[in-house]
T-cell receptor, first 112, second 107 residues
Framework: EAQVTQNPRYLITVTGKKLTVTCSQN?????MSWYRQDPGLGLRQIYYSMNVEVTDKGDVPEGYKVSRKEKRNFPLILESPSPNQTSLYFC???????????FGPGTRLTVL | GIQVEQSPPDLILQEGANSTLRCNFS?????LQWFHQNPWGQLINLFY???GTKQNGRLSATTVATERYSLLYISSSQTTDSGVYFCAVDPYDKVIFGPGTSLSVIP
């Protein structure tokens, strides 16, 4: 089944404790992206990747890191999480950036 | 940067009614997509429609790129259509989402 998976789905952590949210797709897509969704602010792009080893900042990259060592995986790293990073996070992928995007199920992160 | 607006912000429909959702954008784009976020939070792509008209069952979409807007039509609405509808544009290699239209379909 073609899909985008994210793990974990739910996470409660404390300020400053490094964490990684994994994202994997099995559709051989070139383009992958991370978004956060916040009430009143909608969906905002954090980072995106046009292909392996190519990543770039979206609209809200501060406090996040990403890497794209393999085509299928695009982990989101929070080196020192803070409460303002409490949010619902979505990973998405598409064949190319101009193509239909497929979203993962979301990761709800709470930083205390 | 590019601005994306959606209207109306909220919509309540009786089951069986039709509706039109609008997405306006302030600059030229390479791509426009419509998504539905269901009440459980899942985001589903409805249409990839940089221009022209597409139909999928009770849903159809039209994008007029030269006039910088897109319309999503929902006919014979069902309770399962409830949720938030987003349009998203790709003016370059980033993706910009509109604020969404929250739709509630009541039996």
């Amino acid at each position: 089944e073609a899909q985008v998976t994210q793990n974990p789905r739910y996470l409660i952590t404390v300020t400053g404790k490094k964490l990684t949210v994994t994202c994997s797709q099995n559709m051989n897509h070139e383009y992958m992206s991370w978004y956060r969704q916040d009430p009143g602010l909608g969906l905002r792009q954090i980072y995106y990747s046009m292909n392996v080893e190519v990543t770039d900042k979206g609209d809200v990259p501060e406090g996040y890191k990403v890497s794209r060592k393999e085509k299928r995986n695009f982990p989101l790293i929070l080196e020192s999480p803070s409460p303002n990073q409490t949010s619902l996070y979505f990973c998405a992928s598409s064949l190319q950036y101009t193509d239909t995007q497929y979203f993962g199920p979301g990761t709800r992160l709470t930083v205390l | 940067g590019i601005q994306v607006e959606q209207s109306p912000p909220d919509l309540i429909l009786q089951e069986g009614a039709n509706s039109t959702l609008r997405c306006n954008f302030s600059d030229s784009v390479n791509n426009l997509q419509w998504f539905h976020q269901n009440p459980w939070g899942q985001l589903i792509n409805l249409f990839y429609i940089p221009s022209g008209t597409k139909q999928n069952g009770r849903l159809s979409a039209t994008t007029v790129a030269t006039e910088r807007y897109s319309l999503l039509y929902i006919s014979s609405s069902q309770t399962t259509d409830s949720g938030v509808y987003f349009c998203a544009v790709d003016p370059y290699d980033k993706v910009i989402f509109g604020p969404g239209t929250s739709l509630s379909v009541i039996p």
